[in-house]
């Protein structure tokens, strides 16, 4: 297969959007993403889209996209599988440059959940993650990750306190991030006193949901030079799978679609967990942050709360998790999430981050849900700051 690289990358801020549908934002980020380009970027120069988006209240997504960028010509391939529909619309968008298909790619996610019209696309965003047979009746909806997380503390040393610590250190990247949805920090008594959500999870442990939109352009190796000297590589991707019932999942205490993506990922990019200078890393709820250190290979099993109390994950640590504020400040339009993380490890490896991570060139982005069958691992390599 040719090898890929990402050329230019933009995105939205992630925030509650009344006033604008998926029509403003998709614009939005193609431009920022296209201005990213350092030696230019065409419309006619894109043979081919792929859209992640997970289910708006505005309108046919691959059409919207298609009009509004005036890309009439070109096929658009829509792509939704759960929180970690970004990294599969990357995914599919590699292999169609890989096999020689295409040579120059746009990848989209974008998603609109924060209006007056999407509470029914709210609820109906739910059924489509879970089980309906099962889950959905039975009040999982909300509270699927909870059973996860729960089990999880009652098993290893892990608490709240650790918990609490994730909330406050995204939050604490948060604030020096312009695109995230929340930017003031918090301290570890807030975090541990704000109301309950569903136990264990308190306000702070969860991340609010957004409306937003991000873009980058992938390129062929043999012609990535036409569009910049300093191409950030996709070294590795990995779509893993699990089963959607929490009745047929032997231990509650780990994600298995996280584990199989990651070894997808690092098998494909030749490398190891501990080559990984930077991460972007699924924190929806805090503690899946936790779970998820353990699941990509970053600590052994029950022992992530290690690395929070060692400080290895804050952003001057020996491993940066979630430089960018994360899930938990930044938000989550489910599709747009993991096309965003991949913008912040472009910008991250290229030494033009908002919250730079000194001498970065190995990122991780990472995304579970469907609420834990499925999940995706993205690997970048950059140029070197």
Excluded at 257 to 275: E, H, I, N, Y
Aim: aromatic share 6%.
């Amino acid at each position: 297969m040719r090898k890929v690289a990402i050329v230019g990358a933009g995105m939205t801020p992630f925030a509650e959007h009344f006033a604008l549908g998926i029509r403003d934002l998709v614009p939005m980020a193609f431009a920022e993403c296209a201005a990213s380009v350092d030696k230019g970027l065409s419309k006619s120069d894109l043979q081919g889209v792929w859209l992640g988006e997970m289910g708006s209240v505005d309108g046919f997504p691959s059409g919207v996209l298609a009009d509004t960028l005036g890309l009439l010509d070109i096929p658009v391939t829509r792509v939704e599988n759960s929180c970690a529909t970004g990294h599969d619309a990357i995914r599919n968008a590699l292999f169609g440059i890989a096999s020689g298909a295409f040579d120059v790619a746009l990848v989209l996610g974008a998603d609109k959940l924060r209006e007056t019209a999407s509470r029914g696309m709210v609820w109906e965003w739910e059924g489509m993650t879970r089980d309906m047979a099962w889950d959905y009746p039975l009040g999982l909806a909300q509270a699927g990750f909870a059973l996860h997380v729960r089990r999880y503390l009652h098993e290893s040393p892990a608490t709240r306190e650790h918990m609490a610590m994730v909330a406050v250190k995204n939050r604490r990247n948060g604030v020096r991030n312009p695109k995230a949805a929340r930017r003031s920090e918090i301290t570890l008594e807030q975090a541990l006193s704000a109301p309950d959500v569903v136990t264990p999870f308190g306000l702070y442990d969860c991340a609010p949901q957004t409306d937003g939109a991000a873009a980058l352009v992938l390129a062929a190796e043999d012609v990535a030079s036409r569009y910049t000297d300093r191409p950030v590589w996709i070294r590795g991707v990995g779509l893993g799978m699990d089963s959607v019932m929490h009745q047929h999942k032997p231990d509650m205490t780990t994600f298995p679609a996280t584990v199989r993506a990651a070894k997808q990922a690092f098998t494909m990019a030749g490398l190891s967990p501990s080559d990984v200078q930077v991460a972007e890393i699924h924190d929806y709820f805090t503690g899946i942050e936790l779970i998820s250190y353990e699941d990509l290979g970053f600590a052994d099993r029950f022992e992530a709360f290690k690395l929070v109390e060692a400080g290895v994950t804050d952003i001057d640590g020996a491993l940066p998790v979630n430089p960018s504020g994360g899930l938990n400040s930044k938000g989550h339009p489910p599709g747009a999430t993991g096309v965003a993380q991949c913008v912040e490890l472009f910008e991250q490896l290229r030494g033009t981050a908002a919250n730079q991570v000194e001498g970065a060139r190995i990122g991780l982005a990472h995304n579970v849900g469907g609420p834990t069958a499925v999940a995706g691992v993205t690997i970048l390599e950059g140029p070197g700051q």
